[in-house]
T-cell receptor, first 111, second 115 residues
Framework: DAKTTQPNSMESNEEEPVHLPCNHS???????IHWYRQLPSQGPEYVIH???SNVNNRMASLAIAEDRKSSTLILHRATLRDAAVYYC????????????FGQGTRLTINP | EPEVTQTPSHQVTQMGQEVILRCVPI?????FYWYRQILGQKVEFLVS????????KSEIFDDQFSVERPDGSNFTLKIRSTKLEDSAMYFC?????????????FGSGTQLSVL
């Protein structure tokens, strides 16, 4: 799977939007962009995924650059419960089934 | 929402003992996975399982490890002779499809402590 680069940590305030960046300059045409998060003492949790177009769901939005070399996970109104490690992962539809987790971005939310 | 269930939540064992970690995946899922996370480190892939066979395994998944789906609901990870370095949180996951778009659903994990 192609590599992603994320900041080690970010901090935001409660009820403000959060933009979590991810660079994936070697992305291939068959790679889906997935985001998972891991709350403290929990297993990873699916957040959102996309291929080319921006995506919205009840948890977050995913903005994908036109050249697909970067993407941004957007939490529209962060709560304390959103404090977690966020992982940006590329999934090749032709490739192996496993998810490969990097170090992710540790998001801290200030009250 | 359906969830993946793991038991026990904590397991303490002596070095050299066998342990079996249990998972009940989501009922209509066909693809099953084990991951582990050593304290303070990344989540690491161990093994994937489909159609009663191992699909893929990592270098970590050596001969001391085995997986089994003994009935229609459980998925187990056995460590034959535990070592101190096997101490970690072990996560089971399942999905209903493969092909890049699938969501993996993870359990809350079993914390294994080898003394």
């Amino acid at each position: 799977d192609a590599k992603t680069t994320q900041p080690n940590s970010m901090e935001s305030n409660e009820e403000e939007p959060v933009h979590l960046p991810c660079n994936h300059s070697t992305i291939s045409g068959t790679d889906y962009i997935h985001w998972y998060r891991q709350l403290p003492s929990q297993g990873p949790e699916y957040v959102i995924h996309g291929l080319t177009s921006n995506v919205n769901n009840r948890m977050a939005s995913l903005a994908i650059a036109e050249d697909r070399k970067s993407s941004t996970l957007i939490l529209h109104r962060a709560t304390l419960r959103d404090a977690a490690v966020y992982y940006c992962i590329l999934r090749d539809y032709q490739g192996a089934q496993k998810l490969v987790f990097g170090q992710g971005t540790r998001l801290t939310i200030n009250p | 929402e359906p969830e993946v269930t793991q038991t026990p939540s904590h397991q303490v064992t002596q070095m050299g003992q066998e342990v079996i970690l249990r998972c009940v995946p989501i009922s209509n899922h066909l693809y099953f996975y084990w991951y582990r996370q050593i304290l303070g480190q990344k989540v690491e892939f161990l093994v994937s399982f489909y159609n009663n066979e191992i699909s893929e395994k990592s270098e970590i998944f050596d001969d001391q490890f085995s997986v089994e789906r003994p009935d229609g609901s459980n998925f187990t990870l056995k460590i034959r002779s535990t070592k101190l370095e096997d101490s970690a949180m072990y996560f089971c996951a399942s999905s209903d499809q493969t092909g890049g778009r699938e969501k993996l659903f993870f359990g809350s994990g079993t914390q294994l402590s080898v003394l």
